[in-house]
């Protein structure tokens, strides 16, 4: 009922999907970081740092950047998924069979 691709293992079209999911992912931390930058203005390195203190959230433009960083990672994981994907998902040629 779930034919299995025996070059990946997984079921046919999984390998595909999973790179529009890590395309997508890229696309929202990229927007994500930018967004936040537009809608946190000046004061935003301020109060992340009023907030949290200390620790992943309180380094505004750290974050950012490593939201960035990971938006990029995602996008090139992504594509070269859905590269692979596509080559690896490939139907076999159909080769008839001459009957006597």
Do not use: H
Not at 27 to 33: E, K, P, R, T
Not at 46 to 70: K, N, P
Request: glycine share 12%; charged share 20%.
């Amino acid at each position: 009922k779930y034919p299995l691709n025996p070059r990946t293992r997984l079921g046919r079209g999984d390998t595909i999907q999973i790179g529009y999911y890590f395309v997508f992912c890229g696309v929202a931390a990229l927007l994500g970081s930018v967004l936040l930058r537009l809608y946190e203005g000046e004061w935003g390195a301020e109060y992340y740092l009023e907030e949290y203190g200390s620790g992943f959230f309180s380094d505004f433009e750290g974050m950012l950047a490593f939201c960035q960083s990971a938006g990029i990672l995602f996008l090139a994981i992504g594509i070269i998924a859905v590269l692979l994907g596509r080559r690896l998902e490939r139907p076999k040629p159909v080769t008839k069979q001459v009957s006597d």
